[in-house]
């Protein structure tokens, strides 16, 4: 029997946080923080290093002493090491970040072999992903020549629409066992929650990541007929049903505002920006007597990747403030339909306890790293929202 809202059960009160887990997270947040500067400096200095100092070495390496006379031999030949070289400098600190850290703090419950499986799998699929993007990129300049940047982005679009429809039931499977959620009482909750929505409600699945790590997660994936809403089996068992209702309808929130879809065009805007750039620069550094994009040397690959690279850091703080915006209408959204305030307060409580995320980070690091915004934040809102209500 659905309760009505006035009369909907208060879950227990939120347990704030303690001292003691404040500071951890804190901890755990600037750790984190640090390896990820370190890493920004790692990969523009490599980027850097290989862009402007080692391309043409390497290049005229592959052609004189490997005996590469061909283009595309070459150019695959030249991602790959860029690729393995950059995934060994980086190893050191992925393993500290991804591993110690997470065990530290008692995040992680991956055993070591685990852990160096998974980051294999997960860069092999990048890699194999990226040598056909440069490949593709490579063919557009080689053959499609002034407006190659246009193709491309219109090439990207087209591969992250597929892309949206393929992760939830091609690519988290290899890392996440992901099944149908089966619990009477919560399909109940949903089929409420979903009602006048286009979400059906078959779309809710249940994925284990409790034998990889303690943190709670919950996501809306996937375009068209493979759009669905996953929530971590972490979150499901230690979330009580009314902390859960306000979750799904968070996730549920994504779909309603087409956020998936406003990401995807953004996307597309930022490929025209970005390949646009990339052409450019083709043309500012090339050193032919007459420009002919057919001509364009596999040299020119590091400059690009640079580019590319530059870019999405710069883009990232604004793409975050988006973000942000889109996590603060889900939560209102959530507020609104589920009318839990208790249970959103001590969601977002257990959230920040389970995931050790800092309640109140620096303004700062929100602005250039979050894409969620503060849970002190999210708890505000809750009070805005209970403010608002009619006083019974
Ligand atoms: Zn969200």
Redesign the pocket.
Known sequence: MDATPAEAPATESAPELTAKQLADAKAYGNAKLTCRVIDLVIDFSFLIAIAFLAAEPLDRWLTHSCGLQSAWLRLMSLFLLVAVLHELISLPLNFYSGYMLEHKFGLSRQSIVRWLCRSLLQHALVTVFGLLMVSGMFALIWYVGPWWWFVAAAAAFLVSVLLGQLVPVLVLPLFYKIERLEDADLLARFTSLTAGTTLSIQGVYRMQMSSETSKAN???AGMGRTRRVILGDTLLDEFQEDEIAVVLA??I??HVFG?ITKLVVLGAIMSILNFWLCDLALRWTSTQAVFSYAAVPVSVLPLLLLIITTLSFVASPLQNAL?RH??RQ??WYALEQTQLVDAYRSAFTKLARLNKADPAPHRLEVFLTHD?PPINERLAMAERFRDQLPQA
Do not use: I, K, P, Y
Request: aromatic share 8%.
């Open positions: 919950a996501m809306l968070h996730e929130g994504h956020h973000s889109f996590e889900c939560d969620h």
